[in-house]
């Protein structure tokens, strides 16, 4: 599976972006997917995950404000991200995994070229 995400940029504060990751291979349909970021000096974290047929997982913190969705008949996964803060600023990657019933995600070792997204204050 390859994974190409886009759709980062420069946005001020209380701005909206929307993130896509389009994945290539007969199975990504079949998978579930991850959006994860990375600020510089930290550690990756999971942001938000998809399960094949569209049940979703979200960081605490990050409900009501981010919003991941899939249209499957394009391989693609998106990320909506609104209000956005400059504790936002992160590269933004795209993972495809396995979901479980309770939320939880767990990451296979395919990730996107990422994504930076900068938020001004």
């Known amino acids: 599976v390859q994974l190409q995400a886009s759709g980062g940029g420069l946005v001020q504060a209380g701005g909206s972006l929307r993130l896509s990751c389009a994945g290539s291979g007969s199975t990504f349909s079949l998978n579930a997917a991850g959006w994860y970021r990375q600020a510089p000096g930290q550690q990756r974290e999971l942001v938000a995950a998809i399960s094949s047929d569209g049940s979703t997982s979200y960081r605490d913190s990050l409900k009501g404000r981010f919003s991941i969705s899939r249209d499957n008949a394009k391989d693609t996964v998106y990320l909506q991200m609104n209000s956005l803060k400059p504790e936002d600023t992160a590269i933004y990657y795209c993972?495809?995994?396995?979901?479980?019933?309770?939320?939880?995600?767990?990451?296979?070792?395919?990730w996107g070229q990422g994504t930076q997204v900068t938020v001004s204050s």
């Open positions: 993972n495809v995994g396995r979901y479980y019933t309770n939320g939880y995600y767990y990451p296979f070792d395919y």
